[in-house]
T-cell receptor
Framework: NAGVTQTPKFRILKIGQSMTLQCTQD?????MYWYRQDPGMGLKLIYY???????DKGEVPNGYNVSRSTTEDFPLRLELAAPSQTSVYFC?????????????FGPGTRLTVT | KQEVTQIPAALSVPEGENLVLNCSFT??????LQWFRQDPGKGLTSLLL?????REQTSGRLNASLDKSSGRSTLYIAASQPGDSATYLC???????????FGTGTRLTIIP
């Protein structure tokens, strides 16, 4: 049981490039989340999903897109990368009928946009 | 708008001492509260989850309490060890939305 896995661990992008951050969980969790963590700012929710085929915006969705075609995978797409998207990105998952379950986090992807 | 505050931002204590970390939140209408630890350059590890109907949760040397009416939670760590050194984050979930609101954490250093 690997829990929540994320790839890549590190990435440097040039302004305007695009990329996909991968997230996979093997706990059969229905809820999945993407957060970003900026120094001194706390984590902020980007997007979340309550099940395959269902996604919704979080607090800071601009510049990102997501899809959820399977229970296990929840990729985050960055289009036209900007320096403001330099951050550490965490994927998380939980199991609950009403989304109140304990959230389990992946190890993160450190992204730098220059 | 929910705001979560953790004071102090950093704390150093000698090994073996008991300690308390604080978390306060502005809106008491929460669904649950979760404590995490984060090691440098790593992800978050869930420590304890307290539902809004509960007053406390315990796991090993850790005990978390919740007082919704005063908007406070504490994480008690007994007999601290150098391996407890990490940043401790609390996060609250409000009913009706999926957002966890995080505090900025307390960086704990246990001095051998």
């Amino acid at each position: 049981n690997a829990g929540v896995t994320q790839t890549p661990k590190f990435r440097i992008l040039k302004i305007g490039q695009s990329m996909t951050l991968q997230c996979t969980q093997d706990m059969n969790h229905n809820y999945m989340y993407w957060y970003r963590q900026d120094p001194g700012m706390g984590l902020k929710l980007i997007y979340y999903s309550v099940g395959a085929g269902i996604t919704d915006k979080g607090e800071v969705p601009n510049g990102y897109n997501v899809s959820r075609s399977t229970t296990e995978d929840f990729p985050l797409r960055l289009e036209l990368a900007a320096p403001s998207q330099t951050s550490v990105y965490f994927c998380a998952s939980s199991y609950s009928e009403r989304g109140g379950g304990e959230q389990y986090f992946g190890p993160g992807t450190r992204l730098t946009v220059t | 708008k929910q705001e979560v505050t953790q004071i102090p931002a950093a704390l150093s204590v000698p090994e073996g001492e008991n300690l308390v970390l604080n978390c306060s939140f502005t809106d008491s209408a929460i669904y649950n509260l979760q404590w995490f630890r984060q090691d440098p350059g790593k992800g978050l590890t869930s420590l304890l989850l307290i539902q809004s109907s509960q007053r406390e949760q315990t796991s090993g040397r850790l005990n978390a309490s919740l007082d919704k009416s005063s908007g406070r939670s504490t994480l008690y760590i007994a007999a601290s060890q150098p391996g407890d050194s990490a940043t401790y984050l609390c996060a609250v979930k409000e009913g009706g939305n999926e957002k966890l609101t995080f505090g900025t954490g307390t960086r704990l250093t246990i001095i051998p």
